[in-house]
């Protein structure tokens, strides 16, 4: 194909990303160089507000993978994309009302951190492998798409945007720290939405207006968006999006250290909680947009589909064709756009280097080496921001033999986020289930959503069930389509059925597998008893049903005290909150939230009561 060069303004716009994210992180390295301690360098020193948290939370997720990924699937296969609507919603009010307020008020910097305090180290350690795994193949998926979009627009080499995007993130996260990641996510939100508005805007004058979009997606079946067939094997239906959908998100949003860790960096539990339900808002406005844009470029291509027609390689370099197609006149808006793209994986690659070196320094360094400096700590948290930032930008080397970005990504995070959030589920929600069931689970679910997942990568599911909406070349006037012999393995009945299930069920699949196992295996072995739980830890979901009656209250919590009402229990975790202020306060380390937390007086070192009473009483 031709590819078609950019202007100088293109390159002036698209520089500016890059200047204003390093930017940003040099800024917070100088004003925070006096704040040296790993906890302000990883988690903010829990004093963000909730307004750039939920930016950052959209621009994390919102990667390049939907800039680019999700306008192609609306192109191939129909507008139901919309539906993840839905499970966005039931996402964020799990995350918010079921997981966050156990996270939050633990105290803890790593959610694997809350497994230890549950179960034991080996079910921590295995879960923060697992974590570590996912999160690199993961961000190298995110860091190959836009270095295709650029070398599909630009003709950059393609390795060399890959490092180029490595080496940014991995420099404003080290340097800056969590602020720098969570204040620059918020500005590239802010191009991703004026990105996509610029793609909308000239898309739909093209186009003729949204009328004639709407007009020619109904006639091409993009809009038939309602398909409820419960059969478990078509790629994308209702019940796949909405269902599966909300198992593979919730695994990246309810229990991700990425996400978690941003909504404790927040001053309380209500900012924390405002974070994600704005994030909520952000999650739609960027599904519309990318939605929109899928029907505005089939409504473009309608008669000529350049991707069956052989323009271009692969359905992931739609996106930026039909932008340099809209945009020939204009320069600086290809500029824009690309940016728009870049934008969504720096802040995606930012947030998982700075996860990683999260749990990386909680759950392994701090284990090892239990008195480590403040200054020593901050500085082997910035060594491991960059020994993750060159894995995750080496992964994309990998990321581009896994065929579509938005697949690709899901799958990942299905595979493994999903036994994940089965784990989670088990210690939050089941009380009597220990640490036998909770490691047992987890394999068994690990197993379960890896053997489905690779089973479909070898035997790819049949066309009938994946093929995309009628495509016309109709009006090409080159094509460059050669026949290629469709050569199939032999197939054995397995992979007609259980290999053939929807990807967005490989994470349903996972948690489900892990929390069956985790309760059988707990039975067999001895449940949890309950005295042994501190109630800080569970959330029965199914207290909410036993409101009426004190006893039947405490069954479902299993023996449980989850009314802790008494003075006497009020005054011991009142010291101990007393004495860890104190203990802080001597060693002269900078906690001046936890110490307000309490309603500690520095003059008299007093404590206010009722405040000890508020943090106590949960």
Known sequence: MEVKNFAVWDYVVFAALFVISSGIGVFFAIKERKKATSREFLVGGRQMSFGPVALSLTASFMSAVTVLGAPSEVYRFGASFILFFIAYTFVILFTAELFLPVFYRSGITSTYEYLQLRFNKPVRYAATAIYVVQTILYTGVVVYAPALALNQVTGFDLWGSVFATGIVCTFYCTLGGLKAVVWTDAFQMVVMVVGFLSVLIQGSAHAGGLHNVIEQATNGSRLNIFDFDVDPLRRH??????????????????????????????????????????????????????????????????????????????????????????????????????????????????????????????????????????????????????????????????????????????????????????????????????????????????????????????????????????????????????????????????????????????????????????VLISFLTGHQKGKDIQPLLIRPVCNLFCFWSKKYKTLCWCGVQHDIETEQENLENGSAWKQEADSVLQNGLRRESLAQDVGYDPKDKSYDNMALEKITHF
């Open 237 to 518: 239906t209702f019940w796949t999006i909405s269902v599966g959908g909300t198992f593979t998100w919730l695994g990246i949003y309810g229990v991700n250290q990425s996400t978690i860790q941003r909504c404790i960096s927040c001053k309380t539990e209500k900012h924390a909680k405002l974070a994600l339900y704005f994030n909520l808002l952000g999650l739609w406005i960027i599904l519309v947009c990318a939605v929109f844009s899928g029907l505005i470029m089939y409504s473009h291509f309608k008669d000529c589909d350049p991707w069956t027609s052989g323009i271009i390689s692969a359905p992931d370099q739609l996106m930026p064709y039909f932008v340099m197609e809209i945009f020939a006149t204009m320069p600086g808006l290809p500029g824009l756009f690309v940016a728009c793209a870049f934008s969504g994986t720096l802040s995606t690659v930012a947030a998982s280097i700075n996860a990683l070196a999260t749990v990386t320094f909680e759950d392994f360094v701090k284990s090892c080496f239990p008195h480590v400096s403040d200054k020593l700590s901050t500085w082997i948290s910035k060594g491991l921001c960059l020994l993750f930032g060159v894995l995750c930008t080496s992964m994309a080397v990998a990321a581009s033999l896994m065929g579509s970005v938005v697949q690709a990504a899901l799958s990942i995070h299905g595979m493994c986020g999903g036994p994940m959030l089965g784990l989670f589920s088990l210690g939050v929600v089941f009380p009597f289930v220990n640490w036998k069931g909770a490691l047992g689970g987890l394999l068994i679910g690990i197993t379960l959503s890896f053997w489905v997942a690779i089973g479909a990568f070898v035997y790819p599911a049949p066309d009938s069930k994946t093929w995309p909406l009628p495509l016309s070349t109709d009006q090409c006037v080159h094509l460059n389509v050669t026949s290629v012999p469709s050569v199939f393995p032999s197939r054995p009945a397995i992979a007609d059925t259980w290999y053939s299930i929807s990807y967005l069920y490989y994470s349903a699949v996972g948690c489900l597998g892990c929390i069956v196992a985790g």
